[in-house]
């Protein structure tokens, strides 16, 4: 089964960091991703930047809506994402708990929706 790993941070702890401090988490991190690629979990990863960036698009009655970012009242937000490969949730589950990136925030683990063919 495939799962989805979402990474949400409060990013004022990591602004708060010294350089040499967020180097370390960079590194442990790769690290964990290049020893689950190893062991066949890791599909891909990417971290992604600051809520700032993003646009939400919608589209009701036929008329596309964007809205700039940031726009969740929130003190965590996403900032990255893993597809893993793991046999049940509770796997996936420990595979988060592997994350360096966990000790700074919050990995939501979520079964991949497969569509069915028609």
Not at 15 to 31: F, H, K, N, P
Not at 32 to 51: K, P, T
Not at 70 to 78: A, D, F, L, N, R
Not at 100 to 111: D, K, L, M, N, S
């Amino acid at each position: 089964m495939r799962f989805v790993h979402l990474v949400h941070l409060d990013v004022a702890n990591f602004d708060r960091m010294s350089v040499a401090e967020r180097q370390d988490v960079d590194r442990r991190a790769l690290a964990n991703n290049a020893e689950l690629e190893q062991r066949g979990a890791l599909i891909h990863a990417e971290a992604i930047q600051d809520d700032d960036s993003a646009v939400l698009v919608r589209v009701r009655n036929g008329q596309i809506s964007v809205t700039d970012g940031p726009y969740i009242e929130t003190k965590e937000q996403m900032a990255g994402f893993a597809l893993i490969e793991a046999p049940d949730i509770g796997a996936a589950v420990a595979i988060a708990g592997e994350d360096p990136i966990a000790e700074y925030g919050t990995i939501e683990v979520r079964p991949v929706y497969v569509i069915p063919a028609s």
